[in-house]
């Protein structure tokens, strides 16, 4: 998951002709599957040798938001107990907590270095 999160970063700054990555912010929800602690340790072995490689990782939390399918309210919830924040009904529609997004990438080029193409 880690290779793939570089890759793209790696596909962004080649779009934008960036020589470095500065910044890369991602969001993760705790229903992701992915562990934060762990892609923040991974993340400097597969950004090695990469446009990203001394890039800083930033991981932002998002929030498990629900759906009741019976009162119609959106609400936080927790990992285990999906429920109705207003009514307490356990027939909820996830909508926010299980994704893992890439936010933003802050990149470099020569121009901004003040490095003249040959």
């Known amino acids: 998951m880690c290779q793939a999160l570089v890759s793209q970063v790696e596909n962004i700054a080649r779009q934008h002709q960036a020589t470095t990555v500065k910044t890369v912010i991602i969001q993760i929800g705790p229903l992701s599957g992915v562990e934060p602690e762990l892609l923040a340790q991974a993340f400097p072995l597969a950004s090695a040798g990469t446009v990203a490689e001394a890039s800083k990782l930033v991981i932002e ?42 936010a933003s990438v802050e990149l470099e080029s020569n121009a901004e270095r003040g490095v003249a193409n040959a």
């Open 61 to 102: 939390n998002l929030p498990i938001r629900v759906r009741c399918k019976r009162c119609g309210a959106e609400s936080a919830a927790i990992a285990n107990k999906l429920i109705c924040g207003k009514c307490g009904d356990w027939q909820t529609q996830l909508l926010s907590g299980n994704e893992m997004l890439l």
